[in-house]
């Protein structure tokens, strides 16, 4: 396990220590990056070879060296490179994580808190569909198209028929 610092592309700076937590797996002689958690990012690991471009389903990345204990993640946005998130290969207990766990979780300033959302990577890893307060949003490696959800029982539907998740238990609204 390591620990990412992700990039705000409003503030151009990179989140706090434990911000995102990431796999480092090792095969053979090979090291690679694993992270099945990060939205819109990677459907295979990421061999960690810096400034070797890789291509998958998702789009183009590559990892580069930040400094001599930091490595930097982007992704291809026609011809800029984005930053992701840099992280380093030091090993991390979950534990180091709770602080900013919570944070995501109870903050009024985390972005998982300030808004509706769920989103998943359909099984073929060409499209992730996300929902997010009043927007359905189908991505793929063309783009993303919007729809705008109308209204409560819409945002219901696409709930379910998208991720098959009911809001309404024993009557009560979540």
């Given at each position: 396990?390591?620990?990412?610092?992700?990039?705000?592309s409003s503030?151009?700076?990179?989140?706090?220590?434990?911000?995102?937590?990431?796999?480092?797996?090792?095969?053979?002689?090979?090291?690679?990056?694993?992270?099945?958690?990060?939205?819109?990012?990677?459907?295979?690991?990421?061999?960690?070879?810096?400034?070797e471009i890789?291509?998958?389903?998702?789009?183009?990345?590559?990892?580069?060296?930040?400094?001599?204990?930091?490595?930097?993640?982007?992704?291809?946005?026609?011809?800029?490179?984005?930053?992701?998130?840099?992280?380093?290969?030091?090993?991390?207990?979950?534990?180091?994580?709770?602080?900013?766990?919570?944070?995501?979780?109870?903050?009024?300033?985390?972005?998982?808190?300030?808004?509706?959302?769920?989103?998943?990577?359909?099984?073929?890893?060409?499209?992730?569909?996300?929902?997010?307060?009043?927007?359905?949003?189908?991505?793929?490696?063309?783009?993303?198209?919007?729809?705008?959800?109308?209204?409560?029982?819409?945002?219901?539907?696409?709930?379910?028929?998208?991720?098959?998740?009911?809001t309404k238990?024993?009557?009560?609204?979540?």
């Amino acid at each position: 396990m390591i620990s990412a610092r992700v990039y705000n592309s409003s503030t151009k700076e990179f989140g706090r220590e434990y911000d995102h937590l990431a796999i480092i797996v090792r095969l053979e002689e090979n090291e690679y990056l694993v992270d099945v958690g990060f939205g819109e990012f990677s459907f295979s690991p990421l061999r960690l070879v810096p400034d070797e471009i890789q291509r998958d389903k998702r789009g183009k990345f590559r990892i580069t060296n930040q400094n001599k204990e930091a490595l930097l993640v982007s992704k291809a946005s026609g011809d800029e490179w984005m930053p992701e998130y840099v992280f380093s290969l030091r090993e991390r207990r979950l534990s180091e994580f709770e602080e900013m766990c919570r944070y995501h979780q109870f903050s009024p300033e985390s972005h998982f808190t300030s808004k509706r959302v769920c989103s998943v990577l359909t099984n073929s890893g060409n499209r992730r569909i996300t929902i997010s307060d009043n927007k359905l949003k189908f991505t793929d490696i063309n783009g993303t198209k919007e729809i705008e959800i109308s209204d409560e029982t819409e945002f219901d539907q696409l709930l379910w028929k998208y991720f098959e998740i009911k809001t309404k238990l024993l009557g009560h609204s979540l």
